[in-house]
């Protein structure tokens, strides 16, 4: 028995690149997302055309309601839960030190790491997040706690424990031997991740290996996870770090890291490459399921480098502005044709609604200085919040789109459900080129949009509920 679900449906069809998502846009003000009892995708078109057997399907009508592809989120922190605009006094490193590691140690006690998963879970629902790449938690109950709860209520994540094998003070409880640490990386892959083809086609939970960044480990951990990622990398494991975040001259994290491993590059830390003048110490780590977050200040040859490989961008220009790290240069970026994904980085961005980390997006690179400013067409940042995110964790085959055959993952958004948003939306002049109107009423319904508005959020066809529901 097939449902059909009712509403405008926007979504980005096909797999175009970003530069190609203006004509790959499917705007369907009467549309219908027909999805069969597996929650599988089986028809999405305008509701008149509906084909004669979808005659009997259950009608979901969702009336002036906007129905968009779930959002993917590709940078997040768990253990972070509770630090939304925690204030440091000063930047990246001195943030991580008053607010973060103090913070995340608290998930040790297994009650608050309880109460930490639920709220995690409830958030992402609430934001229409359906797939979070999602750094975890250094203590084993709370991660069981993550995947657990994140599996009872169906919602997708990759996540990993942040490995943390050295740092200051204030992390010591973060912090394990580096034969811990691996041993720990093992036993959450065994435990949760999906280590044959079959399961792997079922699963909504998978691992990545998650260094917190080349900082907070040694060359000898960097050869360790490199050899656990290379062991499982073709059974779909994940991988994903910082990079090149926070540029401060002589103390920040990109010199920093230079100066303690002797590379050229902070991406050859992850590339294998981290022995002093970037000589080969162990198997690299990056690939077409690998993660880059930020990737604000890239040299050319490590843009190159994840281009090759199929890595992908993790980009976060909320956080970028929270922690006045400089904004990811778009246009050089796209050309070097590395594919960018959204993030949020949540707890250094501050904002979980990924419709509102895409204003960000928009705002940030219509301001780069000279030829580097560019409007970013209301498509683009739909593709970078829903199919280049799917691109990013290998998963475009499954979800990022409507395209038939795909697991549907979907949000619906209620116009009048925040007022002001649905009186703009009714009231604003509207272009009388219908191409034009139809790409203005787009940006409106995204860059408008609060998390009041978005009320209700699926997963493989099934609607997610929090806790309190
Ligand atoms: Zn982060």
Redesign the pocket.
């Known amino acids: 028995m097939a449902t059909i679900h009712r509403g405008h449906i926007f979504h980005i069809a096909g797999s175009p690149l970003v530069l190609q998502a203006s004509d790959a846009l499917a705007d369907l003000p009467d549309g219908a997302l027909a999805i069969d009892d597996d929650g599988r995708i089986i028809w999405c078109g305008e509701w008149p055309d509906r084909p004669a057997d979808l005659e009997g399907a259950t009608v979901v009508d969702h009336g002036d309601a906007f129905i968009l592809p779930g959002f993917i989120d590709t940078?997040m922190?768990f253990p972070q839960v509770y630090c939304g605009d925690s204030y440091g006094g000063g930047q990246l490193l001195e943030w991580l030190d008053n607010c973060i590691f103090p913070s995340e140690s608290l998930l040790q006690d297994p009650e608050f790491a309880a109460q930490a998963s639920a709220e995690w879970c409830d958030r992402m629902i609430t934001a229409g997040t359906t797939t979070g790449l999602v750094?975890g938690s250094q203590f084993p109950a709370a991660q069981d706690l993550l995947f657990q709860t994140a599996r009872d209520r169906g919602l997708r994540i990759v996540a990993g424990r942040t490995v943390q094998t050295v740092g200051p003070d204030s992390a010591s409880a973060l912090i394990t031997s580096e034969d811990k640490a691996i041993e720990l990386v093992r036993e959450e892959i065994e435990k949760w991740h999906p280590l044959d083809d079959e399961a792997r086609r079922d699963a909504l939970q998978f691992v990545a290996v998650v260094p917190r960044f080349s900082l907070s480990v040694t060359t000898r951990t960097l050869e360790a996870l490199g050899e656990v990622y290379d062991e499982y990398r073709d059974r779909g494991l994940y991988f994903t770090s910082?990079l090149n975040e926070n540029a401060r001259p002589g103390t920040g994290e990109i010199d920093s890291t230079k100066a303690m491993y002797g590379v050229d590059s902070y991406l050859d830390t992850y590339d294998g490459k981290f022995l002093p003048g970037s000589k080969q110490g162990g198997k690299s780590m990056l690939g077409p399921r690998s993660v880059m977050?930020h990737s604000v200040h890239c040299q050319d040859a490590e843009l190159a480098r994840m281009a090759e490989t199929g890595t992908s961008i993790a980009h976060c220009p909320v956080?970028q502005l929270f922690l006045g790290s400089g904004t990811m240069p778009w246009k050089r970026t796209v050309a070097a044709g590395v594919n960018i994904a959204i993030g949020s980085?949540w707890s250094?961005g501050d904002e979980w609604f990924i419709p509102q980390v895409l204003n960000a997006c928009f705002k940030v690179h219509i301001s780069e200085a000279g030829d580097a400013g560019l409007s970013l067409h209301p498509a683009e940042l739909l593709f970078t919040g829903t199919l280049a995110g799917a691109r990013a964790l290998d998963m475009d085959d499954r979800i990022g789109n409507f395209d038939v055959g795909k697991e549907a993952d979907f949000v619906v958004l209620e116009p009048h459900r925040w007022e002001m948003y649905g009186r703009t939306l009714e009231n604003v002049v509207k272009p009388a080129d219908p191409i034009t109107a139809r790409d203005a009423n787009l940006f409106a319904v995204l860059m408008l949009a609060r998390e009041p508005a978005l009320t209700e959020t699926y997963v493989r066809g099934r609607r997610l509920t929090t806790s309190a529901a």
């Open positions: 940078h922190h750094f910082h977050a956080s980085d250094a």
